[in-house]
């Protein structure tokens, strides 16, 4: 349908890849919240707000059959239908879901609404999929939240918005980061997370080494956790060199490194994010001044945001053979 002029339009997006209720997320700065997509809350709503609604259902009915567990659906819908919600802000959210939660979360249905003269109707609906995550069990990798990390999560939430857009050399590493949920092939899933952690560092000689180092400096509250960041790097460079220069490398170990990588990277955008250090330049300068254990000192009034908890420990604790 042919929008008029002067229409504006809002939208709303369905998420699949949820296990938790993530109504518990604020994103109402946004003018947005997340609800149940076949709860009678929304139902209500869609019924009060729409001049269309049986078109609603329509595509809901289609929605409910093209999912096996329709009752976790969860839909991220205007909290003011009369106020315009820009289809990049709802792939924002998904980009930021992705970055704290690296897992199966999908924004898979966005739906259209044109907003004149008071009168609000869906237009249309646009189907999106993902490459599902293969290499551990599909349950595992939905998103879950727990209750003591909701507090912190919203906090960091409000930092995002406030601050990402004027950090611009991390924009590249987020980039590489959720091309990676789009690879067909794990090697190169691989290959873009690597790409994430080599656009943190600035050198022209030394890469491996400097990368090891900055990356266990800005992670790890202490010497251990350090330690192991800086031998799985080794390891994980060392893997990434195979694939590209011999093209000898066992396929296993990449499936096995694979979701230590990508928590690896989440942990380390959001780090980046909590510093705030405006140029990559300077980040790189006191990474390099600082020993391990010191990361917490790379800034000042820096506040430790404990996310997801599956996130942290598998970033900091493990250790790959």
């Known amino acids: 349908m042919k929008k008029s002029e002067g229409t504006q339009l809002t939208h709303l997006a369905v998420f699949t890849g949820i296990w938790s209720d993530v ?43 093209d999912n096996s567990n329709p009752d976790s659906l969860q839909v991220l819908a205007p909290i003011d239908f009369r106020k315009v919600v820009p289809e990049n802000i709802l792939f924002k959210v998904r980009n930021m879901l992705r970055l704290l939660f690296p ?14 003269d008071g009168d609000i109707r869906l237009q249309m609906q646009t189907d999106y999929s993902i490459k599902p995550i293969v290499y551990e069990d599909q349950y595992y990798n939905y998103l879950t939240i727990y209750d003591h990390e909701i507090k912190s999560i919203n906090a960091f939430i409000t930092i995002f918005m406030e601050r990402f857009d004027s950090i611009n ?16 092939f794990h090697t190169m899933e691989y290959l873009d997370l690597c790409i994430g952690l080599e656009s943190l560092v600035k050198a022209r000689s030394e890469l491996k080494y400097r990368m090891r180092r900055n990356i266990a400096v800005l992670l790890a509250p202490n010497v251990e956790f350090a330690e192991n960041i800086y031998h ?58 600082k020993g391990f254990g010191y990361g917490k000192t790379i800034s000042e009034g820096y506040t430790l945001y404990k996310l997801s ?12 053979d």
């Not at 947005?32 to 609604?53: G, M």
């Not at 199966?104 to 004149?116: D, G, I, N």
């Not at 050399?169 to 067909?184: C, E, G, H, I, M």
């Not at 220069?245 to 066992?250: A, C, I, N």
């Open 309 to 320: 908890n599956k996130v942290y420990s598998k970033a900091l604790l493990r250790l790959l």
């Open 232 to 289: 799985n790097i080794g390891k994980i460079y060392n893997l990434r060199s195979a694939i590209v220069h011999s093209g000898s490398y066992e396929e296993e170990k990449v499936l096995e490194y694979l979701p230590y990588l990508r928590c690896l990277i989440s942990r380390i955008i959001t780090e980046v994010i909590s510093h705030n250090i405006p140029s990559l330049d300077e980040l790189n300068f006191i990474l390099t001044s």
């Open 23 to 65: 109504s518990v997320l604020d994103f109402s700065k946004l003018n947005l919240r997340f609800i149940k997509f076949n709860s009678p809350e929304f139902t209500e709503i869609i019924h009060n707000t729409l001049s269309n609604p049986e078109h609603f259902e329509d595509f809901r009915e289609q929605i409910n059959n």
């Open 103 to 116: 897992s199966r979360v999908t924004l898979s249905y966005l739906q259209k609404y044109s907003l004149e």
């Open 169 to 184: 050399y991390v924009k590249p590493t987020l980039n590489a980061y959720l091309s990676s949920f789009f690879q067909n």
